[in-house]
């Protein structure tokens, strides 16, 4: 059973920072790309930022770009969603996501964390 765990995720001040955590209890997660999504009630869930398995290359959603850092620690966990200069726009239940490096889609998903952002 492959679990994926958010954690962070809360109430802030636009203009305020939060840091995403996803752990993957009792597996590693070494060979998988990861990322991170996001989705508002009555919308689609929209990617928002992933790292490929190496930690070599991070690619962000241009709502997001110069904002957010993604990155990875395979020994402690996963994957870590830095989030600064937050926004209302930016409020939204956020979930970790995993695939294996050789597959296109992402099949392993978290329950979510949801950020609110106050203005």
């Known amino acids: 059973q492959v679990q994926l765990v958010e954690s962070g995720g809360g109430l802030v001040q636009a203009g305020g920072s939060l840091r995403l955590s996803c752990a993957t209890p009792?597996?590693?997660?070494?060979?998988?790309?990861m990322g991170w999504f996001r989705q508002v009630p009555g919308q689609e869930r929209e990617f928002v930022a992933g790292i490929i398995w190496t930690g070599g290359s991070k690619v962000y959603s241009d709502s997001v770009k110069g904002r957010f850092t993604i990155s990875r620690d395979n020994v402690k966990a996963p994957v870590y969603l830095q989030m600064n200069s937050l926004k209302p726009e930016d409020t939204a239940v956020y979930y970790c996501a995993a695939r294996y490096y050789r597959d296109s889609d992402y099949t392993y998903w978290g329950q979510g964390t949801q950020v609110t952002v106050a203005s």
């Open positions: 009792g597996r590693m997660f070494s060979y998988y790309d």
